[in-house]
């Protein structure tokens, strides 16, 4: 059974701050992960789609990396703004198909102006 | 483009009584979801559909029950409601299930 982790589950930052927030899944045999955004109240907006060919994935200031061997993604967000304070969750599939994906807790996100 | 609607966004419901949570997307999405969202938990998967007239069960199933007779629509049921299923709820979308995933804004339910 996927199990997903992330780690730290809350971080404070300073705005202008280069951050990394990390994923950990324990079942390598993924055929994409997903990164989302979730403000107070609001559902979860897809940020980024990786494929299990790709290492990597881009858009504006996020960045996010994909390591199947080591059960790893990480989500690099370039020169934080206060508005991207929020919470974010990685999703993996699980076994089976159909895009059952496991859902992390999240990192609750702060940046402070 | 709506994209995944949601209704009601916040409901109260008294133990034993029963509720449809709505859901539907414009996008001609085959794949949908719906979730359950506790703090601190995540997000469960209760049922979720491949495409109209199929359903199967999710993590979290007991105590509610879904119908896709359409491509759109995508209700879903509780019965007998009970504290337990005090929760926000999420219904999501996507292509082919192997996409991106489109959330809804939610509904928020008190079951008290």
């Known amino acids: 059974k996927q199990e997903v982790t992330q780690i730290p589950a809350a971080l404070s930052v300073p705005e202008g701050e280069n951050l990394v927030l990390n994923c950990s899944f324990t079942?390598?045999?993924?055929?994409?992960l997903q990164w989302f955004r979730q403000d107070p109240g609001k559902g979860l907006t897809s940020l980024l789609l990786?494929?299990?060919?790709?290492r990597e994935q881009t858009s504006g200031r996020l960045n996010a990396s994909l390591d199947k061997s080591s059960g790893r993604s990480t989500l690099y967000i370039a020169a934080s703004q206060p508005g991207d304070s929020a919470t974010y969750l990685c999703?993996?599939?699980?076994?089976?198909?159909?895009?059952?994906?496991?859902f992390g807790t999240g990192t609750k996100l702060q940046v402070i102006p | 483009n709506a994209g995944v609607t949601q209704t009601p966004k916040f409901r109260i419901l008294k133990i034993g009584q029963s509720m449809t949570l709505q859901c539907a997307q414009d996008?001609?999405?085959?794949?949908m979801y719906w979730y359950r969202q506790d703090p601190g938990m995540g997000l469960k998967l209760i049922y979720y559909?491949?495409?109209?007239?199929?359903?199967d069960k999710g993590e979290v199933p007991n105590g509610y029950n879904v119908s896709r007779s359409t491509t759109e629509d995508f209700p879903l049921r509780l019965e007998l409601a009970a504290p337990s299923q005090t929760s926000v709820y999420f219904c999501?979308?996507?292509?082919?299930?192997?996409?991106?995933?489109?959330f809804g804004s939610g509904t928020q339910l008190s079951v008290l």
């Open positions: 999501a979308s996507s292509y082919s299930g192997y996409e991106k995933l489109f």
């Open positions: 079942d390598s045999a993924i055929y994409n």
């Open positions: 990786i494929q299990s060919s790709q």
């Open positions: 999703a993996a599939p699980n076994s089976g198909g159909y895009q059952k994906v496991t």
């Open positions: 996008m001609n999405h085959n794949y």
């Open positions: 559909s491949v495409g109209a007239g199929i359903t």
